[in-house]
């Protein structure tokens, strides 16, 4: 089999990972395979013209609304209320029914209700509070932050304190728009980078240089006080996805390097410690609340990978190799809430780190990874259905290694017990594949033994047997003429003389 056929199913074309425009960017999943600005240009689009499509609905109903009043009003003529009378007679309806509810509650009743709802709001409040440690750690490294931040800006001075006002100003709105969407909310976090930087550029005049400088140091003092309102929030489905990939990484455990064609070798210890700080780093990403610090988790990640192929190879390691490396690194680290800090980064993420550069080409493979274990199936990994659903629910799985792959130091009888252990596995799969076959085959016997007879039963009623007597033996053909005279005397046989020779 060829090499460009085994990897058919991993291999993702470079191209593959711009942005779909063609802007030449980087595009994400998450976008539809757009870049952040070709992404924001299609969402303003699509709400612009679904506000458009929201107004001329409004009007219609209002219009229907109108004709269908004035019709009602016609037709009641003098019969029908005014709409002062109506009023009234609403809100009198509406009193008499408040006043009747009230009489069903007394006031003890009501500092009861009271009170059983304030024990209740305060247990949800101590249900979803952070413990004291957590919320005392949020607030020492939100601290420390601001400290930083503040020494930062000093050093742009006047350009410093407009970018902290301007943050402050930005913290302030925010918090009166929890209400927001988190996609809303993630329009006014990229508007207000966009605004920043546009500010420091044109009015200002810093340098192209420090201005990435400051947009990080903004993203860090932003987000760190924005984590907790903005990263997994309950208004989405991202725990639901998180839940869902936790549990497809866990069904996949058994893959291994080999199916995915992963050109690494964790017998060499350099390499092994490679795989081993790429799996601590993707796992570590979990724990920053920035995402520039997330970012950097995974650019830690892809390095000790291409390293890790570098040794193994002795050469320079190709892309082709890294994104097969780098699903086999998901599946073996299978990194806690994984859906939820891709959501995190391309939601307020400082966009021109993922449009360009290797944070964004990183960014985008471990996309293309988590995607492509979502689909991953028999024909990715070069198996057949049969053996990936027998992978899958667990009836088996593939074969161990064998006794010449130890390492030197593993005992000789370790060595034994596995390919004991190994050869106990073949037979048991073979027991299981022989039983399967004879109740097949016994299953198969039964259904044609069952065929058979109902055809033999719908022939039988089709055509009935008939059982006819037994006829007679057949007689001499002239035994029922015995006592018949006109028959002629029968033949009698004839000598005849033999002829008399000639004399000469």
Known sequence: MSLKSERRGIHVDQSELLCKKGCGYYGNPAWQGFCSKCWREEYHKARQKQIQEDWELAERLQREEEEAYASSQSTQGAQSLTFSKFEEKKTNEKTRKVTTVKKFFTASSRAGAKKALAGKLKEIQEAKAPSPAIHRQASIETDRVSKEFIEFIRTYQKPGQDIYKQCKLFLDTMSHKRDLSIEEQ??????????????????????????????????????????????????????????????????????????????????????????????????????????????????????????AIKITKNEPASADDFLPTLIYIVLKGNPPRLQSNIQYITRFCNPSRLMTGEDGYYFTNLCCAVAFIEKLDA??????????????????????????????????????????????????????????????????????????????????????????????????????????????????????????????
């Open 186 to 307: 993630s329009e006014c976090a990229q508007d207000f980078y966009q605004n920043v930087a546009d500010r420091l550029q044109t009015r200002w005049k810093v340098p192209p240089e420090k201005v990435e400088k400051a947009m990080d140091e903004v993203e860090k003092y932003i987000m760190t006080r924005q984590y907790k309102y903005v990263f997994c929030p309950e208004t989405t489905d991202d725990e639901k996805k998180d839940l869902a990939v936790q549990k497809r990484i866990r069904a996949l455990h058994w893959v291994t390097p080999q199916m995915l064609c992963v050109p690494v070798s964790e017998e060499i210890p350099e390499v092994s410690d490679m795989v081993v700080k790429a799996i601590t780093d993707i796992i570590e990403m979990d724990s920053k609340r920035v995402p520039r610090d997330k970012l950097a988790c995974i650019t830690k990640c892809s390095k000790h990978i291409f390293n």
């Open 379 to 504: 024909q990715s990994l070069n198996l057949s259905q049969e053996d990936f659903d027998r992978f899958m629910t667990g009836q088996t799985s593939p074969k161990k290694q064998e006794s010449d792959s130890f390492s030197p130091d593993v005992c000789l009888g370790v060595k034994q017990m596995c390919k004991s252990l190994d050869l106990l596995s073949q037979l048991n799969e073979r027991q299981e594949r022989i039983v399967s076959e004879a109740k097949k085959l016994e299953k198969d016997l039964i259904d044609w033994t069952d065929g058979i007879t109902k055809e033999v039963e719908d022939i039988v009623e089709k055509y009935p047997l008939e059982i006819k007597p037994k006829s007679q033996a057949l007689a001499a053909i002239d035994s029922e003429n015995v006592e018949n005279d006109k028959l002629p005397p029968p033949l009698q046989p004839q000598l005849h003389p033999a002829p008399t020779p000639w004399c000469s």
